[in-house]
Every structure is written in C-alpha cells, then in structure tokens.
C-alpha cells in the first residue's frame, strides 16, 4: 500500500491525467450512446403473477394499448349541462386527434354512461392509447384548457410516469460537508481534499452506471442512489486518509512519508470498509427483485470507484498540496522545528479523548444506556406496514393528489384501484363454479361493486374486475385480498378444478412485499456472515466482530423506525414535500437493511482497526480501547454529520423513495456513529476484556493474515491518559 501511496505521489500529474482521460472518455460514451434506464418489470411467482399470465389470454389481453382518464368537476352548473357538455367535448375531440391516441369514450355517450356521477357534479372520458405514445400533448392539452365552472385533470396508468434522477440535493450536501470539514481541519486546502475526492469519484462512477444502463437493467432512481451513496462514503472514505496524513505531518514525517503511512494504516481500512459496503449492496441480488439488483449494483459501482480515487487520486492531490494542508499556525510551527506530538496519534486530546475515559469509568453503565436509547428510536418498526404508496397520500397541490380527490369523492376511493379475478375454467363445472363465484363477490365485505365476467375465445379463460371500497394503499383492501384468496376463491372451487387467481395494483404491491421481505432474512444472514468472516480475519477476533454484526442489526432497526414514523404514521412527511402518511414501500427496507449493514460495518472497520493496532503494540485492552475512542472519535463524529447532511439533503428531493431511504440513513447513520460505535461498542469491549481478542488457533492456522492497520506507527504512544506500562493485563 505504502509503494502505490509514493508512486502517486511521485507521479502525480500521470495520475491526475489518467483520471480525466477515463472521466473524458465515458463522457464522449455517453454523449454519444445517451442513457437506455428502464424499470423492470419481473414479478416474483405469486398469485398476482398467475392472474396476469390469464389475462394475456384474454381478447385484447397482449397489451398493445394503455388507458388513462380525463376527470372534470362542474362547479356551477349541472355536469350533464350543455354549457358543460359543449365545452369538454370540444375538448375530448381535439384530445381525440393528438398522435398516439387510439379513441376516447366520452360520457356523454351510451357505451360511457357509467362514467357520470351527477351528484357529485363529476364525470370523466376513458383515454386509450398506444403503449408507446407520449402522453404529453394529451397532458398538456388538458393542463391549458380554460372552461368556465369546469375543473379539470387526468391520471390513470397511461398517466402514470416513472421518477426521473433528482439534482441539487447534492450540492447542499456538499455545502455541509464543506463547513463540518472546515470546522474540523482549519485549513481549507485539506477541506476541499474530501470533496474533490468524492465528487470526481462520483462523476466518474455516475458516468460508467449511465454507461451501463445499455447493458444491464437500471431504473432511473438508481442514479440518484449511486450519487447518494457516492458523496457520503467517498467524502468519508477520503476524510479519514487526510485527517491520518496531517498527523503523520504535524509529527514532523516528510510528505511522502506521511501519505505513505496514511495510505498503509487508513488506507487499507479504506479497502475492507469499501468492501463490506460492496458485499452488502451485490448482496440484494438474492431478493430476485430486477430493479433493485440494479440499484444495488449502480450503488456498488460508485463506492468501488471512491474507494479507488481515495487510493490513488487523493494521494497525488496530498502530494501536490504538500504541508499546505496543514493550517498557518500549524506550517509555522513546523517551520520553527516544533514537532507537535499532541496532534499526532500519539496524544489524543480534547472530547474524544475525555468520552473514552467516561466509557472505561462505567461501561457497565454507558452500554445499558446506550441500548435503551436504539430500543426507543427503533420502536416504532415494530408498527411498520410495507406496500405501497397511491396518490391519496401524494403532496395536496400536486396533480396527482387532485385527480385522487376528484375521483374518489365522486366514484368512491377504490375507483382506480380494481382487483381482476383470472381464472382457468378447463370444464364445464369449472364455469359453472365460476359464474356462481361472481354472483357472490358483491356481497363480500368491502367489494364496492362487480363488473360483468369475461370470457377467452376458447373459455377456458375468465375474468371479472372487482372495485373496492379503500385506495389501494388502504390496510382494508390488504385485508380484501386477503379475504378473497383465502377464504372467498377457495370456497368456489372446492370440489372442482376451477383455479382463480387475485391480480390488480394491490394485490401485486402485496404479492411484492411478502416476496421480498420472506428473502430479507436470507439476504441479512448472508451478508452478516460475509462481512463477519471478513473482519474476524482482518482483526484474528471472533468477538469483535460477532459483536459488530449484532450491533448493525440496532442500527438498522432504528433505521426503519424513522422511516415508519415519518412516512407511515406521517410525522414530518408532509414537510419534506412527499404527501401525508403511507405504507413504506417494500423497496425501501432492503435497501436500507444492505446500505446500513455496510456503512455500520465501516465505522466498525476505522474504529477497531485503530483499537486492534494499539492492541498488538501493547497488548493492554484497556489502552487500546481508549486509545482507540480517543483518535477515531473525532474523524468518526465528522464523518457521520457529513453523512447526515448528504442522506438528508436527498430527503428534501420530493420523491417518495429516495426522501425515505435519505431520512433512514441519515438517522442510521448518526445514530450508529453516536450511540452503537462511540459508547456501546466501546463500553462492551471494556467489559469483555482480553476476550475481545480470542481467536482459535486451528483458525489461525487456517486464515491468512491481513492487517487493515497495516505497519504500527512507531511515534504512537499514549496520553490520553496516564499511561500504564505495556502489557499490563485487562481490568
């Protein structure tokens, strides 16, 4: 490590050249190739999956059109008025000619009788168009008309688009970490180091996962998510690399020296942090969910490149920089000969250092503490309901918001969300049994109303469309599907060998859910022995890490307890632009249990990495733990607040998703850093004593030996307390 950290030094300009050649050259590729983002649309095997697989037998069931609705309101005269009914078909027929429309069934006709609901004073055209149609005339078109005593919007699923990569969310980030940085190093040449860094780490990575977009199968949020995780673990990654060279620095090593010892202790930890994160986000591909393997793996792509620009980049920026990282006062010192000892690993001082000496007074009292500050921050998980989010629950000035207000108040709240019964009727008893079943279906609790059977050409295929009273993120239309599939359906088909399967946007979402959170232990377990071997190699130590690997699991929790309270029970959600209170989208909590399992795992790696290096020069677990809180606090502190302000900046983008996973990661994060790293690792590792450090031999003899702290520092010594002679055995 220390060989590659001189060479970039020494060869600093083919470094900084080599850099901008790749930058330059994945940008020509994606000026000229431009991006392919696509959602995927694999559904688990699940009931919703066989309605569907039905359905495409069905007249018309390929799919080739879309449908959508233009809804209006009249406000001052009867909605079935001339006045009304003059002006919106003037409308429709000018809509009707757009390209890309295929025909619109107005009202005010007898096929379109049923769209009319004249108490309410509201009415609405059925839009079909060709799968592929830009809907943007069409939304246009209704946007700009003007007619009197008339209210107008549209939605439905040809409405419906997909979220596109939100942008400035970055530069507030930016803009906190800049001044936590500032407050940190007092100089800002070593300030912006971080921020460089991390951002040609982004750039760069943000560029390839565009790039990639033509081969592999990426949703457009996944860019938004690489950015995200980019900016706070390349920051991170690069703050702990400068803030070990200033040390080295202030401790009178010459500038090559200095980063070469960076490189060979901070460095390497950089590696096996960037590797567990790495682990964790590759790890979702055992959920069998497309889209968000490919989040996981644009997210991985980009800390893989951080972790390589803080290896390369950052050292050749330290070594053009040289002392000037350092602040005035602190360059004039050395230029008088002072070496200034407290500043370097040797004397750490100030908050850290008189926190360490608290844990070691009463550890058995800070790990309680600590443990029941996560169990009430975490609490409200154990209320969480995955699913998914409707536009009732959308901000109340979008567009979205009115047409869901427009249309449940005149049509009821399950108007746009309708359950479709497929089924196989092989037989003649099978229809029978069938035709019986919908006979039944209106007289089940919180069907609203039942549209007449289809049936396939050959009738072994049909189908009848069931609406609801609830949206469809309501827990009543959960407890629906749930009530036909298990108790409705079964009872029809008793006897027979008719096969019905419950399909529709609810029944899929919850189909969806239950696949995805049936695998999440598999994907916890998996990558919680991952990175267990990992670091139980790393630091020869069975309980180090054991104890790390259980203490993500509060993290994650208290994770997805912020996420439930702010989004699900609606505390504060409003305020971040993204609507009122829903079910947490079942995206959401993989991606955090994956994100948050591997940045908990970094801190873990910088914490104990410099703890396991004081350890093996003194053999005294007292010391090393002290030592340890002592240096690392500080630079873990930092590193978190700088992921809080990046994770939270994406907060206030407006998109569900991405606002979800920015607000748990955030407090995750902060929290993990504060309360698990800070005061229970530390106060657990005072208590478990010289057994921190057990490691088998037959173990031993077995793995090889990686040392994340690399060579030990030979100026390091201990003040932060009074020191105790080495070796002295734990208390």
């Known amino acids: 490590m220390s060989a590659l950290a001189r060479w970039c030094v020494t060869h600093r300009r083919m470094v900084f050249a080599g850099w901008l050649l790749l930058a330059v050259g994945l940008l020509a590729a994606v000026v000229l190739g431009g991006s392919a983002f696509k959602t995927s649309a694999d559904i688990p095997d699940s009931e919703s999956s066989k309605a569907y697989a039905l359905l495409a037998r069905m007249p018309g069931g390929a799919e080739a059109n879309t449908a959508g609705k233009v809804v209006w309101h009249a406000t001052s005269a009867p909605v079935g008025s001339d006045t009304v009914r003059d002006g919106v078909t003037g409308l429709l027929n000018r809509i009707a000619d757009l390209p890309g429309v295929v025909s619109v069934q107005s009202p005010y006709t007898e096929a379109g009788a049923q769209q009319v609901a004249p108490e309410a ?21 209704v946007a700009d008309a003007r007619l009197a005593g008339v209210e107008l919007t549209y939605g439905g699923t040809a409405f419906e688009t997909q979220p596109q990569p939100t942008h400035g969310p970055e530069a507030i980030g930016l803009i906190v970490a800049l001044v936590l940085l500032m407050l940190m190093f007092r100089s800002w ?58 040390k080295g ?15 060979d202790t901070s460095g390497r930890a950089v590696i096996f942090a960037g590797l567990t994160v790495i682990i964790a986000l590759l790890g979702i591909r055992v959920v069998g969910m497309g889209v968000l393997t490919g989040m996981g793996e644009a997210a991985a792509v980009t800390v893989a490149v951080t972790v390589v620009a803080a290896l390369t980049l950052l050292p050749a920026l330290l070594g053009g920089f040289g002392l000037k990282v350092l602040s005035k006062r602190q360059r004039a010192r050395l230029a008088q000969g002072i070496i200034d000892d407290a500043a370097g690993p040797a004397r750490p001082r ?31 998980v154990t209320q969480i309901r995955v699913g998914e989010a409707d536009a009732s629950s959308d901000p109340v000035a979008s567009q979205t918001h009115r047409y869901s207000a427009m249309t449940s108040a005149a049509f009821g709240a399950g108007f746009d969300n309708p359950l479709i019964l497929a089924a196989n009727t092989p037989d003649q008893q099978s229809r029978q049994a069938f035709t019986a079943l919908t006979g039944r279906l209106a007289s089940v609790t919180g069907v609203a109303a039942v549209s007449p059977d289809r049936m396939s050409a050959d009738g072994t295929v049909r189908t009848v469309t069931i609406t609801p009273r609830t949206s469809a993120q309501a827990e009543a239309t ?81 994770g997805l307890g912020a996420i439930t309270a702010m989004f699900q029970f609606g505390w504060g959600s409003e305020l971040l632009g993204v609507g009122t209170g829903a079910p947490v989208m079942y995206i959401v909590p993989v991606m955090i ?46 590193a978190a607040l700088i992921m809080l302000g990046v994770f939270a900046s994406f907060a206030f983008g407006g998109e569900r ?3 979800a996973i920015g607000i748990g990661l955030a407090v995750a994060v902060l ?32 793995t090889p030996h990686l040392a994340v702290e690399g060579v030990a520092d030979p100026v390091a010594h201990d003040a932060a307390a009074p020191a105790e002679p080495v070796g002295v055995a734990a208390r």
């Open 121 to 141: 004073g509201t009415a609405y055209a059925q839009v079909v168009l060709t799968r592929d149609a830009d809907t943007g005339p069409v939304e246009r078109v």
């Open 189 to 246: 040449r070593a300030s912006l180091l971080p921020l460089i860094t991390g951002v040609a780490g982004v750039v760069v990575s943000l560029l390839l996962v565009v790039a990639g977009s033509h081969l592999v199968t990426l949703d457009a949020t996944s860019i938004t998510m690489a950015s995200m995780m980019g900016l706070a673990v390349g920051i991170d990654y690069a703050l702990f690399v400068v803030n070990r060279t200033r």
């Open 249 to 263: 620095l202030l401790a009178g090593l010459p500038v090559p020296d200095a980063v070469a010892r960076a490189i």
């Open 350 to 380: 100030g908050v850290a250092a008189a926190w360490a000496r608290v844990l070691q007074t009463a550890p058995w009292l800070m790990a309680p503490l600590a443990l029941a500050v996560v169990a009430v921050l975490a609490a409200p």
């Open 478 to 558: 959960a407890d629906l599907v749930e009530r036909l599939r298990g108790e409705v359906v079964p009872a029809a088909a008793s006897g027979t060998s008719l096969r019905v399967y419950v399909g529709g946007k609810a029944a899929t979402s919850q189909d969806l859910s239950e696949a995805l959170l049936g695998r999440l232990p598999l994907y916890l377990g998996i990558i919680a022995v991952l990175g267990f071997l990992l670091l139980a190699v790393a630091f020869r130590s069975l309980l180090v890490p054991l104890v790390g690997a259980l203490s993500n699991v509060t993290s994650i929790l208290v």
């Open 593 to 638: 249990v994956g994100i948050v399992f591997g940045l908990s795992m970094d801190y873990q790696v910088f914490l104990v990495s410099r703890i396991h290096e004081e350890w093996a020069r003194s053999k005294d677990n007292r010391r090393a733990v002290r030592v340890g809180v002592a240096e690392t606090g500080r630079v873990i502190a930092t």
């Open 657 to 659: 998703i991405v606002s």
């Open 671 to 702: 929290i993990d850093a504060f309360v698990v790293r800070l005061t229970l690792i530390p106060a657990l590792m005072n208590l478990l004593g010289n057994a921190n450090w057990y490691y088998p031999r037959w173990a031993g003899k077995l």
